[in-house]
């Protein structure tokens, strides 16, 4: 019921709060690479939208059964972000079978090393982009009138908090999963240094 709840805000928000105008930023540029000028903050915060989605196929995919399959909300979180992922939390809930879904060679891509390094190290460039030298108040600003900055700014804290969960959630006895508490790369780190007591 949680997850609902947030998922009718989400949408609440996005429909009613969130500012009406662009503020100057606009989707199709940003995803076009047109980033003259764009705060690092905001294209960090955009472009790891793109890599949280990596980190839950990474999360879920090998531990997917339940009631509905994960990856297809996985996938579909690349475009719409939390909302996708938050109907999969809210309703594909049941007693786990014992059968995994998926093909065996995806669960061994999505549980391999380099897998895994592959995606950390995206998270971390993303993330040391932000160096550049990025603004506070212009953040602040265009959260404050832009459409797409407040909403993907919801959306980014939300896809934090799920990971977090999913993380606590399907490795209830990892080591180290308060690693889970990073931004993006938190729950890789922590698939990452329990990789030899998962295979085991």
Same mark, same amino acid.
């Given at each position: 019921m949680a997850f609902l709840i947030i998922w009718l805000m989400m949408i609440a928000y996005a429909i009613f709060f969130a500012p009406s105008g662009? %503020?100057?930023?606009?989707?199709?540029?940003?995803?076009?690479?047109?980033?003259?000028?764009?705060?690092?903050?905001?294209?960090?915060?955009?472009?790891? &939208? %793109?890599?949280?989605?990596?980190?839950?196929?990474?999360?879920?995919?090998?531990?997917?059964?339940?009631?509905?399959?994960?990856?297809?909300?996985? @996938?579909?979180?690349?475009?719409?972000?939390?909302?996708?992922? &938050?109907?999969?939390?809210?309703? %594909?809930?049941?007693?786990?079978?014992?059968?995994?879904?998926?093909?065996?060679? @995806?669960?061994?891509?999505?549980?391999?090393?380099?897998?895994?390094?592959?995606? !950390?190290a995206i998270s971390i460039i993303n993330f040391l982009t932000v160096f550049r030298g990025f603004s506070a108040e212009t953040y602040a600003e265009?959260?404050?009138?832009?459409?797409?900055?407040?909403?993907?700014?919801?959306?980014? &804290?939300? &896809?934090?908090?799920?990971?977090?969960? !999913?993380?606590?959630?399907?490795?209830?006895?990892?080591?180290?999963?308060?690693?889970?508490? @990073?931004?993006?790369?938190?729950?890789?780190?922590?698939?990452?240094?329990?990789?030899?007591?998962?295979?085991?």
């Amino acid at each position: 019921m949680a997850f609902l709840i947030i998922w009718l805000m989400m949408i609440a928000y996005a429909i009613f709060f969130a500012p009406s105008g662009s %503020g100057g930023y606009e989707f199709g540029p940003l995803l076009m690479g047109e980033w003259e000028g764009i705060d690092p903050l905001i294209l960090a915060v955009f472009n790891s &939208l %793109g890599i949280f989605p990596l980190v839950f196929l990474t999360l879920l995919v090998p531990n997917d059964r339940f009631r509905w399959p994960a990856w297809p909300f996985a @996938l579909v979180s690349f475009g719409v972000g939390a909302f996708s992922l &938050l109907l999969y939390f809210a309703f %594909g809930d049941k007693p786990p079978e014992k059968k995994r879904r998926g093909p065996n060679w @995806l669960h061994r891509i999505l549980r391999s090393k380099a897998w895994l390094i592959f995606v !950390a190290a995206i998270s971390i460039i993303n993330f040391l982009t932000v160096f550049r030298g990025f603004s506070a108040e212009t953040y602040a600003e265009a959260f404050q009138t832009s459409s797409l900055v407040s909403v993907m700014t919801i959306d980014w &804290l939300v &896809l934090w908090a799920l990971s977090v969960y !999913a993380t606590y959630r399907f490795l209830p006895e990892a080591r180290f999963k308060q690693l889970a508490l @990073l931004p993006v790369v938190g729950p890789i780190l922590v698939l990452l240094f329990n990789r030899n007591a998962k295979e085991e």
